[in-house]
């Protein structure tokens, strides 16, 4: 029973990823015409030009939603990658496509990790996402940070100075209007922290403004560049130590 449910939920999973991927391009055309059609068009005060409005806003939260499900599969489906890397690098590949303008500030330690670098990856690129989208200032100050909490498990924060969580409280939790106010995407790096053996919780920061979002996975922040002899390998048995828990 426990092999057929598993095989049912990933054909489910299939079948989602690939319906949402197609759904991009026609809801994209859809937003590309009413762009075309705004460029001529002569308002004669009918109410029409509202309406063109409201099809780019539809087909703009639409392409939004349909991200999030992508996100949501991605992380489901994400393999582990232990490997050394170097945090900043990291960052500043994940702002080259979300604020290639530099309108925002974003501010990383110079730090070299031996973790999951996919997992961290997709889990940083929707928090600052989330954070950039939802901000309602021109220029958002973000900062990033990393904790070792005991010899093979890092916590890293995000925290913003935006518009923050309606209830932190239940950002991560099962249920609650986070389907509809974050969307998919703080569902699937939830999904994806559990699977890795970590956690994931959010906090209103001690300023009273924006939000903080903290997660623990395993892993060892480097005193330098050099690799640390078989720590990949305590920490793929600590990932697989923290599954068996679950």
Do not use: W
């Not at 075309?36 to 009918?46: A, N, P, S, T, Y």
């Amino acid at each position: 029973m426990q092999a057929i449910t598993s095989a049912t939920v990933a054909e489910m999973e299939d079948f989602v990823s690939l319906a949402a991927h197609d759904l991009r391009s026609p809801i994209a055309n859809v937003k590309t015409l009413a762009d075309l059609i705004r460029e001529d068009f002569v308002d004669m005060g009918d109410g029409k030009l509202e309406m063109l409005g409201m099809i780019e806003e539809i087909s703009t939260r639409a392409l939004a939603l349909v991200s999030d499900v992508m996100a949501l599969a991605a992380a489901a489906n994400a393999r582990s990658d232990l490997r050394n890397f170097d945090l900043r690098a990291l960052c500043e590949d994940i702002l080259v496509t979300l604020d290639p303008a530099r309108l925002h500030v974003v501010t990383v330690p110079q730090l070299h990790l031996n973790a999951d670098y996919i997992a961290i990856q997709i889990i940083l690129r929707n928090l600052i996402d989330n954070a950039l989208k939802h901000s309602k200032a021109e220029r958002t100050a973000l900062e990033i940070s990393v904790t070792a909490q005991g010899p093979h498990r890092i916590e890293v924060t995000v925290k913003d100075d935006g518009t923050g969580f309606a209830d932190p409280a239940l950002a991560f939790l099962d249920g609650g209007a986070l389907g509809v106010d974050s969307g998919f995407g703080l569902l699937g790096i939830r999904r994806l922290v559990r699977a890795r053996g970590g956690v994931i919780s959010a906090v209103s920061p001690s300023s009273g403004r924006g939000a903080e979002v903290q997660f623990q996975l395993p892993g060892q922040i480097l005193p330098n560049m050099q690799a640390v002899g078989a720590l990949a390998t305590t920490l793929d048995a600590a990932v697989s130590e923290g599954a068996t828990a679950r």
